[in-house]
């Protein structure tokens, strides 16, 4: 798309570096903004939105342009140092599961509304990183073999859901390394219905072994 470099340097932000000398300016201007933004926050995370304007002044490109100029030149960092984007992909694919709260409680006036609802979303998320764990551990389980499919319910349907969740968690690590785990909200509660679903099909399972041994 016409938004995939922007997406790369996310990742490839990190080591821009490595650039030779014939893409110095697009790199050393780069570099200026997020040198900036590590001193500022510890992290070079949407360096790439501040950087924009000054990138298309110095290159010459405009916005299309620079997004595919910056997606070749990801994509060759991305060859010459395969290890540093692969951590990169890792750590973003850790942050997807994070489950964080996106809200602003300072437009809350009452302050015991504030209070409350502030207590609710720290449930709800708490809720959310405990269904996020139970996922990963019921599909680690599921390598144990087919009996263990049979215990957790798995059919088209479980397949179907619980597939989507992680091609998503491995796509959009691949593409971006920014706010990672907001592409996990609108597949919270798929999460939550996989792990239900398992959960309630291995207590059934249970309960007839127990009913067949009485």
Known sequence: TTMVGYSLVQHTGAFFEYLPDED??????????????????????????DAI???????????YDLSRQLQRLSLQLIREHPFLYLKSVVQGWIDFWKAPIYWQPDLLRVPWLRSAVNVWAQAGRLVS??????FLGISLALLAGRRVWSRLGVDIHWVAAAGL?????VVQTLLDHGDNPRFLVPLQMVVLYVVARSVWSWRQTRKRAIGWGE
């Not at 300016?25 to 570099?31: E, F, P």
């Not at 969740?165 to 968690?169: G, Q, V």
């Open 129 to 134: 990183v405990a269904g996020n764990f139970l």
């Open 165 to 169: 969740i992680w091609t998503t968690s």
């Open 53 to 63: 304007p000054e990138l298309t002044k110095v290159s010459g490109l405009s916005f």
């Open 24 to 49: 110095a300016a697009i790199r050393d201007t780069y570099l200026k903004y997020r040198n900036a933004r590590l001193a500022e926050r510890g992290n070079q995370t949407n360096t790439i939105w």
